[in-house]
């Protein structure tokens, strides 16, 4: 696939990052990478400069901005027409990139959510807490009710969508609660979404990033506003 464009915004993770940009490259091999290192504090940086693949873009930046401010970058710097986002740390298997871009390639919708709540989809047993399932199940009934589409996994970190309606949404969020947030500018904006069903597996090294209880305030605040005051 030519006109692909992969963003992979990290956290600390130079465990992973390598595997994650090999897994891509091998399953899409002609799409352009964009990693987009935001503020690590550990080696990850050093880790993609010495990949030197070619296709494989570095953004760095300090200090530490979020994740949706890191997604953010991604989409202005791809510089393709399709772009996906997957986590650095292979929890949505690479290999499923061919099936989330498909609707998009057919032209049957601009903007891809992944779900592992809906049939065909799996979750790899101790991938996801308690705690998790309960707090995606209120932020994706939430959206749904903001948005007025039913959606599954609002934050499942993979998706695709194409350049021109991410530009057209523009995401101001710069954390977690970026996701959501283009549930509801997608809507707004008459884009459509539609869910891809997948196997989730658990994080291959580290440690999560979310801290449950700052993303619950937060997140719900920038949602209503996002809703009625944009
Ligand atoms: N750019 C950026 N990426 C982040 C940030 N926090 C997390 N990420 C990335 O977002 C993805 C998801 O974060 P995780 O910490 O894995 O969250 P999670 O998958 O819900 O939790 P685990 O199941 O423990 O992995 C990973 O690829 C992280 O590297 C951040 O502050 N900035
Ligand atoms: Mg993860």
């Known amino acids: 696939m030519k006109n692909l464009s992969i963003i992979i915004a990290c956290y600390n993770e130079q465990d992973n990052i390598e595997e994650t940009v090999l897994r891509v490259r091998k399953t899409v091999p002609e799409a352009e990478i964009v990693v987009v290192d935001d503020g690590s504090k550990d080696k990850t940086v050093d880790v993609v400069k010495n990949m030197k693949l070619k296709n494989l873009k570095l953004v760095s930046y300090q200090p530490n901005m979020g994740k949706g ?24 298997p690479p290999e499923e990139l061919p099936g989330l871009i498909k609707p998009i390639l057919d032209k049957k919708s601009d903007i891809v959510f992944c779900s592992r709540f809906i049939k065909g989809a ?7 807490t308690r705690m998790r399932r309960v707090a995606n199940f209120v932020v994706s009934s939430f959206t749904s009710l903001l948005c007025g589409q039913w959606l599954t996994d609002v934050n499942a970190g993979f998706k695709a969508w194409t350049k021109k309606a991410m530009m057209d949404i523009d995401m101001r969020c710069p954390h977690f609660g970026y996701e959501p947030e283009i549930a509801i500018m997608a809507r707004k904006k008459g884009y459509k979404i539609v869910e891809f069903p997948i196997n989730y597996k658990r994080r291959l090294e580290g440690n999560t990033n979310v ?17 009625f005051f944009r």
């Not at 801290?211 to 809703?227: A, D, H, M, Q, S």
């Open 69 to 92: 401010y890191a997604i953010k970058q991604g989409i202005i710097n791809g510089k393709e027409e399709i772009q996906a986002q997957v986590d650095a740390d292979s929890q949505f």
């Open 122 to 128: 799996t979750v790899e047993k101790g991938s996801l």
């Open 211 to 227: 801290n449950l209880w700052r993303e619950g305030v937060i997140i719900p605040l920038f949602l209503l506003k996002t809703k």
